[in-house]
T-cell receptor, first 110, second 112 residues
């Protein structure tokens, strides 16, 4: 079992819809959870992160954690074509390193 | 804050040659990380430093890979006797004590 798993997609949503991205993780001791966006040929950029104590909203983005089921989700409201990218989920355990999933490709069509 | 800087952006080398990459982290960040990413995959952890101390190195990293951060500022990643399987994007990131990483633009290595 991989440490962080994501559906590779693509996930296709129409402009203005809500995009829902998920990842599951295997280490119950994981303490913080990160979402990165990566455009083709570019490096990952941090969207937001949450700790194990709660969800977080930032503009059109909401990150949610379900500790019991060991999954993290990212909701993107009012999706725009510029949101089309690969979204990487990452998890930090009891060391400083982040473990990344393989990413989910999101396509927002006009 | 000028971000994380990596040099070079692209490197083409012949199989068997040695290559060295440089990373300059955000100055206030004491943690520095190296990752490798191939097409369709997420970044794969290689190693990380807290100040000048190398605290962890991936078990997947062969002896041909070595990294240094001599004064706790910039870091170098050297690959000796390159192989075609080393072709990838090499990403450097830095972070403060907590929070997310900031990645550099990466060095794309092609081994021919």
């Amino acid at each position: 079992q991989k440490e962080v798993e994501q559906n590779s997609g693509p996930l296709s949503v129409p402009e203005g819809a809500i995009a829902s991205l998920n990842c599951t993780y295997s280490d119950r001791g994981s303490q913080s959870f990160f979402w990165y966006r990566q455009y083709s040929g570019k490096s990952p950029e941090l969207i937001m992160f949450i700790y194990s104590n709660g969800d977080k909203e930032d503009g059109r983005f909401t990150a949610q954690l379900n500790k019991a089921s060991q999954y993290v989700s990212l909701l993107i409201r009012d999706s725009q074509p510029s949101d089309s990218a690969t979204y990487l989920c990452a998890v930090r355990g009891n060391t400083d390193k982040l473990i990344f999933g393989t990413g989910t490709r999101l396509q927002v069509f006009p | 804050d000028t971000g994380v800087s990596q040099d070079p952006r692209h490197k083409i080398t012949k199989r068997g040659q040695n290559v060295t990459f440089r990373c300059d982290p955000i100055s206030e960040h004491n943690r520095l990380y190296w990752y490798r990413q191939t097409l369709g995959q997420g970044p794969e952890f290689l190693t990380y430093f807290q100040n000048e101390a190398q605290l962890e190195k991936s078990r997947l990293l062969s002896d041909r890979f070595s990294a240094e951060r001599p004064k706790g500022s910039f870091s170098t990643l050297e690959i000796q006797r390159t192989e075609q399987g080393d072709s990838a994007m090499y990403l450097c990131a830095s972070s403060p004590r907590s929070g997310g990483y900031t990645f550099g633009s990466g060095t794309r290595l092609t081994v021919v």
